[in-house]
């Protein structure tokens, strides 16, 4: 397994597990926007297929925004996830970014568990944050106090 860099070939598979994933995912056009407008955008790779990826930002020069996760069903809890979020710290750490924001739908329970395993705290509901008007949960980690 390899973390690497997105490279365009990989849109594809990306959008793939985007629409797997998701039962509202980004156009690819959004993604496309996004990762040229500089977000950080990480993909992980086991034998040469796209397994995962993960889309950050820096906002507000100090405060980190994960904007998108996700893992193809067949690689899930094998810690690829766990290998995206670690890298893309390691990203934030480097920039002297050290909090770390995320939203996530309020009924995601999984993707709630997998967060507050990497460290993230509850922090505040966003009403009606998504299209459908479902609640986010807003996550934040301070990495000050998470790493090292
Ligand atoms: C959330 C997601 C990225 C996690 O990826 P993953 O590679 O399966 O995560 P990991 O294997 O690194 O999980 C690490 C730990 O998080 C927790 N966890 C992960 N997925 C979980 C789930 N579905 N239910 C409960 N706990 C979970 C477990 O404690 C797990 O450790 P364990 O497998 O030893 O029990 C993946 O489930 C996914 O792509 N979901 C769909 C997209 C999504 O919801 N993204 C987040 C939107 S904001």
Request: net charge negative; hydrophobic share 45%.
């Amino acid at each position: 397994m390899i973390i690497r860099e997105f490279k365009r070939q990989d849109i594809k598979r990306v959008l793939e597990i985007e629409n797997r994933s998701f039962k509202d995912p980004y156009p690819p056009k959004i993604l496309i926007d996004i990762f040229n407008l500089g977000a950080g955008f990480l993909v992980a790779q086991e034998d040469n297929i796209v397994v995962g990826y993960i889309i950050f930002w820096i906002r507000f020069e100090e405060e980190g925004h994960i904007i998108s996760i996700a893992v193809d069903d067949e690689y899930r809890r094998k810690s690829v996830g766990t290998l995206l979020v670690e890298t893309a710290l390691k990203i934030f750490k480097r920039y002297n970014v050290n909090l770390i924001k995320l939203e996530v739908r309020v009924s995601n329970d999984g993707a709630i568990k997998f967060y507050n395993e990497m460290g993230f705290n509850k922090k505040e509901i966003l009403k009606k944050y998504y299209e459908d008007f479902e609640d986010a949960v807003l996550m934040e980690m301070d990495l000050d106090t998470e790493l090292e």
